[in-house]
């Protein structure tokens, strides 16, 4: 959540450091502010809104040239979306100016200490209280400033501060959100996520926890929390610019929906040899797994409902117990983990504030930690003991699409795994369970085929003021997950529900007025969901069936059909079923021209608790 942006060096055009911004503009998008030195002085503008707005206020100076920028995009915390609220914040005296991305968790306190100095506050937000910290600690040198203000922060931080008086410097410092340093031949840059550094670098350092580094035109010094010089840690860029485009499409959600049966392939080829599963980071021994009998998982939103579907998975094929919860619970429930306990967190940015601190606090108590994780070098990653790397490529709509079906893999591969370290199955059950795998990238592009139908259907839907999404057993977690998308994109209020919990006061909200989508593949509990759509069409409610092709009985009731393909082993059909809920949240949202990539109110990575 917010995004930062920065530039140190020869000299880059303004309109190339607003492109850089904008990459990040999934992080945050409710107003946004540059500021560069000029000159001695600060040439600063801020503006709420996007980022588009800012280019048009800066369009008489876009080819003009700065050596030393700092560029923030907003998701408000603490202060309206505003322009006094937009960041970068000065300090008192004009010397230095600020971006943040995190919370000042004792921002209170130090503001009504500093407004006794004699300080005069000019925003809400809890980042001015960093701003006029370091004015305060400036004697001439800025890390030396910064420094000081650090021992006063609570809370996570990640910081770009330039001054005015010392024009060639660039100090950035990292503590629970993410910051990286691209290293360019003339000059360096500063971006709080990789999209925005693929086009203009080769080479990166991303920065650790608890990290400060004074970067120059010719130089990246980095020091921890102790004022230790550490070593810099150069890696390359494994993302390409064409990675984070948008291949022609129209969003970044409908690209990355239609990425998925390339993400399955890969995510097979990478984890699966000869009908055994082999998962190359997990780190942990065979014989560990073998005993476990307990496993607790973690995340938060549409990651959370990946691992509902892999609870679903692992108590079936592994005979194991599985706890869930959403990290932002968990991490504050008197769970009794210790050295016995597993943990498998799940997270596309590995940055989500409340399910590194769920990792942390079961680490604390002495369990290992499993991540399933799309971003290597996240914080996730480094915190935990093995990991997954879910290869779904760069996810840049904030509606989570690609990632989550990634997760799901992630987890029917680890249960194959599982089962086969434990000895539950044969060579030829393996075989079946990866012949339905290997199956789902065909059938999902099969569902592709049927666009015209889906819009249509969609077209139809997107009156409906309200909507319940129905489903049983591992489809219960879709349900949610397709609700999620389709309120989080599209504004309208709906809700996930087991289906056999209809009764007990879901059923109130049903009639002609109300869509609701029924999933119901033919499995075990397909005839208990046919007397639910009963129910529902009792009581006129309008129903979308994803059905399998050739149903005979939801089919007679449902007044829209999605079909999808039949799996051999019909819990498989959650990737179907993911996939065409997806894609039914795209098309409503984009009939009722709501902004899909960037929906109100959200931001992708969640860096704040
Ligand atoms: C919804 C969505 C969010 C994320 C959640 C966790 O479409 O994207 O619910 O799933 O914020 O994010 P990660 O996976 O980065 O931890």
């Not at 004699?118 to 004015?135: A, N, P, Q, Y």
């Not at 969003?251 to 392939?265: R, T």
Request: net charge positive; proline share 3%; hydrophobic share 40%.
């Amino acid at each position: 959540m917010c995004g930062i942006f920065g530039y140190i060096g020869k000299n880059v055009k303004v309109s190339a450091l607003i492109d850089g911004l904008s990459r990040l503009e999934y992080r945050g998008y409710d107003s946004c502010g540059f500021a560069g030195v000029h000159q001695g002085r600060f040439f600063l503008r801020k503006r709420p809104g996007k980022i588009a707005q800012l280019k048009k206020e800066l369009k008489p100076v876009l080819n003009n040239q700065f050596g030393t920028a700092i560029l923030h995009t907003r998701w408000a915390t603490h202060g309206e979306p505003n322009k006094k609220n937009a960041h970068p914040h000065l300090g008192g005296a004009g010397n230095i100016a600020i971006v943040h991305n995190g919370i000042i968790e004792n921002y209170m306190k130090l503001r009504s200490i500093l407004i006794q100095e004699g300080v005069k506050f000019l925003s809400d937000t809890d980042t001015e209280v960093i701003s006029h910290l370091i004015e305060k600690f400036y004697k001439g040198t800025i890390e030396e400033a910064v420094y000081e203000a650090v021992k006063e922060l609570k809370g996570s931080y990640a910081l770009g501060v330039i001054s005015k008086r010392e024009p060639d410097k660039l100090v950035v410092v990292r503590k629970g959100s993410p910051l990286i340093i691209g290293l360019g031949k003339d000059g360096k840059f500063l971006a709080s996520d990789l999209p925005a550094l693929t086009s203009l670098v080769k080479k990166v350092v991303h920065l650790e926890d608890e990290q400060i580094a004074v970067v120059s035109r010719c130089d990246t010094k980095v020091f921890n929390f102790q004022r230790e010089q550490v070593d810099v840690k150069i890696e390359d860029i494994i993302i390409t610019a064409e990675d984070t485009g948008k291949k022609g499409l129209a969003h970044f959600m409908l690209k990355e929906i239609y990425e998925q049966p390339q993400v399955f392939k890969r995510i097979q080829s990478l984890y699966v040899k000869n009908n055994r599963v082999c998962f190359p980071n997990i780190n942990m021994k065979e014989s560990y797994f073998k005993n476990i009998k307990k496993i607790y998982i973690t995340a938060c939103g549409t990651a959370y409902h990946a691992g509902y579907v892999g609870k679903y998975l692992l108590e079936k094929y592994c005979n194991l117990d599985i706890e869930l919860d959403t990290s932002s619970e968990f991490r504050y429930r008197k769970v009794n983990l210790g050295k016995d306990n597993l943990l498998i967190a799940i997270s596309q940015s590995g940055e989500t504030a409340d399910t590194l601190a769920a990792v942390k606090e079961a680490k604390k108590k002495g369990a290992k930690i499993l991540s399933i994780c799309n971003v290597l070098g996240s914080s996730l990653i480094k915190e935990s003991h093995g990991f997954i790397h879910t290869v779904a490529g760069p996810e840049i709509g904030v509606a989570s699409t690609k990632a989550y079906t990634a997760q799901m893999s992630a987890f029917y591969l680890f249960t194959l795994y599982l089962s086969q370290v434990k000895g539950l199955v044969d060579e030829k059950q393996s075989q079946e369970f990866l012949f339905d795998f290997e199956k789902v990238s065909q059938y999902v592009e099969d569902i592709f085929k049927d666009d015209k139908k889906m819009k249509k259907i969609a077209r139809k839907f997107s009156r409906f003021g309200c909507f319940l999404f129905l489903g049983r057993g591992i489809n219960y977690p879709l349900a949610m997950e397709g609700a999620l998308k389709l309120k989080e994109i599209s504004y309208i209020p709906a809700e996930g529900y087991a289906a056999g919990e209809m009764k007990h006061g879901p059923i109130a909200l049903i009639d002609e007025y109300r869509g609701v989508v029924c999933i119901a593949p033919k499995d075990e509990l397909y005839e208990k969901m046919v007397s639910n759509i009963q129910e529902i069409k009792a009581r006129k409610g309008k129903v979308l069936g994803i059905l399998n092709r050739g149903d005979t009985e939801a089919s007679t009731l449902s007044d829209e059909i999605i079909y999808i393909p039949e799996f051999k082993n019909q819990d498989f059909a959650p990737f179907l079923v993911a996939v065409c809920l997806q894609l039914f949240a795209y098309h409503v949202a984009k009939n009722l021209k709501c902004e899909i990539d960037q929906p109100r109110n959200l931001a992708k990575s969640v860096t704040v608790e």
